[in-house]
């Protein structure tokens, strides 16, 4: 009960950021917030949370489960050090001459090829081939409770990093398990056993230095081994069965085929000839990198074998008086430490580390750039990289307002109109959202900026409104309406609606003056208007003013805001004033007074116990 009371004080203590967040996650690609249903299947569609096979798309496969133990089992990660100059691919690649550092590059690239080979890994959740031993040895010789909920956490986080490889379970936690259906990569639920396999394993070693039963110890001992021993029988098998070819191998191939054409002048089209060699290329190198696949597998089980073996003998040594406590101590953590580092420094290694100023060079902007840069209304308009991987591209945010770039948590009405608009090149939607430059590549590969003169603007006044009952037509009008004249408005924002707008030549709308959290126009007009914003809706913080009275303003083209405007010269106003940051500070502040008291009358306490 009392760490229950403790865990709520901690809790408010965080209300400042944590209200925030969770009323803006509502309204995101992890809340579940898109009511859109074209093209969508109703099964994968969590309940308040990510599309499920968007959810489980980083999933171990269940055999990968064993990287825990061999770190190389599934060739490691894409880009760090497993293979070296006496690879077999590097020598393919030598023969084709190819520079060495490039090979190495690309065999270390396409060295993993697990359950997530269709992306990318940084590495294995490997947790120690001695801290492993040491987990099947308590499993045999902890008598403690403990041992049962380390053993059920680890099993339930390994059930939930299998993800895709076990849908039906993971489908059930996603709609079930409170939060879950947030998460995107399944493959980070091995934090869990990361933190309980060494539990395990120093309850096992403590137990062991207490013992006074060494018969009973010898014997759990022996167990363990053969329990060991049976998994290395089967990943043996694995060794000798696998096919070391993952999901994402039929692309490598193809770029080794499209890499062997690029030796075709432009425009003209390959031989019969050229086309067979590029593919027997191709496949050369695929089975060169399988076959350092292999080897990384193989060299890896035996390393762990070899580790294992030793910390065999330590406990053995221990248990039949040949050592003491503290030798065993220092021998188990040094072998440990060596295991644990050894595999580190293939991710993290003195050749990863770079000086400020070649980081700062990543980011000297183009020619492109300077162009955009040199605008002098540079701050008040947005710019769309025209490249394939322009949802994770960031260099274009570095420099300007970008219309694309990576966020975990989009807000899921732009993410609706990346999926059904931006990727399909609607230029409407892109002058609406005030596109003025769109970065692309010329003849040459060269990126250029080109002028967008068809942009809105910030803001603009509209000849008619169109209105739709569902959100799919919402989206689909926006294919078909000419959105500088006539503004896409969804039935239940109809009342707002006072009056339809007239048409009044000298009416306008301006930007005056731009913030971060305000942002204030100038209107003026003859008659009503309806005046689109380009600013995206966000009706938990953003509030709108006319003349400092407080207006109502609604999502309009799906994804902006838009309102009535009365006749007359207006200012108008929107602030960004979220209730729940003064609600969240409010409870933070009082539950820190509540801390500060429960600490001072456990003090008083303490000396009154005391005299």
């Not at 395990?200 to 081994?225: C, I, Q």
């Not at 993290?348 to 300077?370: H, I």
């Not at 208007?529 to 400092?548: C, R, T």
Request: charged share 20%.
């Amino acid at each position: 009960m009392l760490g229950l009371v403790a865990g709520l004080i901690g809790l408010a203590v965080c209300a400042a950021t944590v209200l925030p967040t969770y009323e803006y996650a509502k309204e995101t690609m992890r809340g579940g917030a898109s009511q859109l249903t074209l093209g969508k299947d109703s099964l994968n569609k969590t309940k308040g949370g990510l599309d499920k096979d968007y959810a489980l798309q980083y999933s171990f496969s269940k055999m990968e489960t064993f990287t825990v133990m061999v770190p190389g089992l599934f060739g490691g990660s894409n880009g760090g050090n497993e293979h070296g100059s006496s690879s077999k691919m590097v020598e393919k690649f030598a023969e084709m001459g190819v520079p060495e550092e490039n090979a190495l590059g690309a065999v270390n690239g396409y060295s993993y090829w697990g359950g997530m080979s269709s992306e990318s890994t940084s590495g294995p959740a490997y947790l120690g081939a001695v801290i492993c031993f040491l987990f099947i040895f308590g499993l045999f010789y902890v008598k403690s409770w403990h041992k049962w909920w380390i053993i059920a956490a680890s099993i339930f986080a390994i059930l939930l990093a299998w993800g895709s490889s076990l849908k039906g379970f993971n489908y059930f936690m996603l709609d079930h398990l409170p939060f879950y259906g947030k998460f995107r990569a399944p493959s980070m639920a091995m934090v869990i056993p990361q933190l309980c396999f060494p539990l395990l394993a120093v309850l096992a070693v403590s137990k062991l230095t207490n013992e006074t039963d060494w018969a009973l110890a010898w014997k759990k001992l022996r167990m363990s081994v053969i329990a060991t021993g049976v998994i290395a029988v089967i990943l043996a098998g694995f060794y000798f069965m696998a096919d070391y070819t993952g999901k994402g191998d039929a692309d490598i191939r193809d770029n080794f085929k499209m890499s062997f054409m690029g030796q075709v002048p432009p425009g003209q089209q390959p031989s019969q000839q050229v086309l067979q060699q590029a593919d027997e290329g191709a496949k050369t190198l695929m089975k060169a990198l399988r076959e350092d696949r292999k080897s990384e597998t193989g060299a890896d089980l035996l390393r762990t074998l070899l580790l294992i073996a030793i910390a065999v003998t330590l406990v053995g040594l221990f248990i039949k008086k040949r050592i003491n406590a503290l030798v065993l101590s220092i021998g188990l953590t040094v072998l440990s430490g060596y295991d644990l580092l050894a595999v580190d420094y293939r991710y993290l290694y003195f050749d990863k580390y770079r000086d400020a100023d070649e980081v700062e060079g990543n980011f000297a902007p183009t020619a492109a750039d300077q162009t955009i840069l040199a605008d002098p209304d540079h701050a008040n308009f947005r710019v769309f990289n025209q490249s394939p991987n322009y949802r994770a591209e960031a260099l274009t945010s570095y420099h300007h307002n970008s219309i694309g770039g990576y966020s975990p948590a989009k807000l899921s009405l732009f993410q609706d109109i990346m999926d059904h608009q931006i990727d399909k090149g609607n230029i409407q939607v892109l002058n609406m959202l005030n596109t003025k430059y769109i970065i692309m590549q010329d003849q040459t590969g060269r990126s250029v900026a080109r002028l967008n003169p068809e942009a809105f603007g910030n803001c603009w006044l509209v000849k008619g409104i169109k209105f739709v009952a569902t959100p799919n037509e919402e989206m689909l009008a926006l294919d078909s309406t000419n959105l500088k004249d006539t503004v896409v408005i969804s039935d239940k924002f109809k009342s707002l609606v006072k009056e339809m707008p007239v048409y009044d030549s000298a009416a306008f709308i301006k930007v005056n003056k731009r913030e971060n959290d305000k942002i204030t126009y100038d209107f003026s007009a003859a008659q009503p208007q309806f005046a689109v914003l380009s600013e995206i809706y966000y009706s938990a913080g953003w509030k709108a003013f006319i003349d400092g009275q407080k207006a109502d303003y609604m999502k309009v083209d799906y994804v902006l805001r838009g309102l009535y405007v009365p006749a007359g010269k207006h200012a108008i106003e929107f602030r960004f004033e979220p209730s729940t940051v003064d609600t969240g500070r409010t409870i933070t502040i009082w539950s820190s007074i509540l801390i500060y008291l429960l600490l001072v009358l456990s003090v008083v306490f303490y000396f009154r116990k005391k005299t």
